[in-house]
């Protein structure tokens, strides 16, 4: 069993706001770490986290502007601007067979 651990620390002027930092623990059976280069103009595609029937945590950096759909979402999606971060915890992401839990489309115009 893997302990997935995130300290979050929230400031304005320099002055944590009040209830922080927080730290979350989260045990988990199972973990995947991935690098992933996406084409632009290629569509939505499956992030690899295939190995995983659920996803109770997600942490994705994006150095492009991407567009991520979970749980099997077939519209919209939430925009990372190049630079963004997602982070999801004690989230019960399971799409259910031949339905990807999560996908990714480069919308930045380059790889």
């Not at 988990?28 to 996803?55: C, M, R, S």
């Not at 019960?92 to 930045?108: H, K, P, Q, V």
Request: no cysteine; charged share 20%; glycine share 10%.
């Amino acid at each position: 069993m893997s302990t997935f651990k995130v300290t979050v620390n929230v400031e304005l002027d320099s002055r944590s706001l009040p209830g922080y930092p927080k730290i979350r623990r989260l045990e988990v059976d199972e973990n995947q770490q991935f690098k992933y280069e996406k084409a632009t103009g290629a569509g939505f595609t499956a992030i690899p986290l295939d190995q995983l029937a659920e996803i109770q945590a997600l942490l994705l950096e994006s150095d492009q502007q991407v567009t991520v759909r979970l749980d099997g979402q077939t519209d919209a999606g939430i925009v990372l601007n190049a630079g963004g971060l997602l982070l999801l915890l004690d989230v019960d992401i399971d799409a259910g067979a031949g339905t990807s839990n999560a996908s990714l489309e480069n919308t930045s115009g380059s790889t």
